[in-house]
């Protein structure tokens, strides 16, 4: 103090005693609450508010608005309920400007707790909107946090990632395109499509029951060779006993995927995209006869 004091002096400044601080723990020198202070004035939300509270033309909603805000020390304050003491606390309003500086502060004050330990921690002095969906984001980029917690709750589960072998035909998935408007007797059409080579057969069918499903895939098996795996969803076809009777005959492996996940059999999902534009297509070229 010496030495700052002979500073001063030397500099020929003079000190003024009614903006000095006696016998403080704590001295706020140009600190948070002036910062506080400016950053409130600069803001148009806080600056409507202090309108508002200190007599200013405002319509009903407003007035409802403002029974939640008070000003104190010319600071802009929110009052918050507390449940259980049964009263009200007073904290300060945090502007747009500095409410993500603010909170990044201490949330590394308090050592990074969670979003409920950094809302605590927030809620000692400040308040503004929609502050848990501001908290999470903020947490969500925090390098320290990313790096050096783990997530707690329940571990996802593990993939269940189809290999992909470097063999034509090894793996084929099936699925139905329909029912369209009946052509020749047929209203659907069976897709398969080849996991490695993305070599596709289309071949129309009367219906989508097993019997024809397996006439078709005798067909394609003939045509190319018995495959190793297939995969398709949980249709009727597909879960019919006699298309499993099939697969076992022939030795494939068959894969179900599951319900209502159309991603699972993604590589067929995409050509019935493609189909479904060509089919629309001719429809329409094909008026009043078969396509």
Same mark, same amino acid.
């Given at each position: ?117 950094? @809302?605590?921690? #927030? +809620?000692?002095?400040?308040?503004? %909107? $929609?502050?848990?969906?501001? =908290? ?5 980029? &925090? ?108 030795? @494939?492996?068959? #894969? +179900?995927?599951?319900?209502?996940? %159309? $991603?699972?059999?993604?590589? =067929? ?5 493609? &189909? ?16």
């Amino acid at each position: 103090m010496r030495r700052l004091f002979e500073e001063i002096r030397k500099s020929k400044l003079t000190l003024k005693l009614n903006k000095c601080h006696f016998l403080c723990s704590e001295v706020n020198f140009l600190g948070l609450r002036d910062w506080l202070e400016a950053a409130q004035e600069s803001d148009p939300e806080c600056k409507s508010i202090q309108e508002a509270l200190l007599g200013g033309d405002v319509d009903e909603p407003m007035k409802q608005k403002m029974a939640k805000f008070v000003l104190k020390n010319r600071h802009v304050c929110f009052l918050l309920k507390e449940k259980e003491k049964n009263g009200t606390r007073t904290l300060m309003y945090l502007p747009k400007s500095i409410r993500r500086q603010t909170t990044q502060e201490i949330h590394e004050s308090y050592a990074h707790p969670a979003v409920d330990g950094t @809302i605590d921690a #927030i +809620l000692k002095r400040f308040w503004f %909107p $929609r502050m848990r969906k501001f =908290v999470k984001g903020l947490i969500g980029s &925090c390098v320290n946090c990313l790096m050096f917690k783990e997530p707690g709750g329940r571990r996802p589960g593990a993939l269940n990632l189809i290999i992909r072998e470097k063999i034509p035909w090894h793996t084929v998935h099936l699925d139905h395109v329909g029912p369209l408007p009946r052509s020749n007797g047929f209203r659907h059409v069976l897709v398969a499509t080849c996991n490695y080579s993305k070599i596709t057969f289309l071949r129309a069918v009367r219906s989508t029951s097993a019997i024809e499903t397996c006439k078709k895939l005798r067909e394609l098996c003939a045509k190319m060779w018995i495959p190793t795996r297939i995969i398709t969803d949980r249709g009727t076809a597909f879960k019919n006993s006699l298309f499993t009777e099939l697969c076992e005959k022939l030795e @494939i492996k068959h #894969i +179900l995927t599951s319900t209502e996940n %159309p $991603r699972a059999n993604g590589q =067929v999902e995409r050509i019935l995209c493609q &189909c479904w534009r060509d089919i629309r297509r001719k429809m329409t070229e094909a008026i009043g006869r078969n396509f």
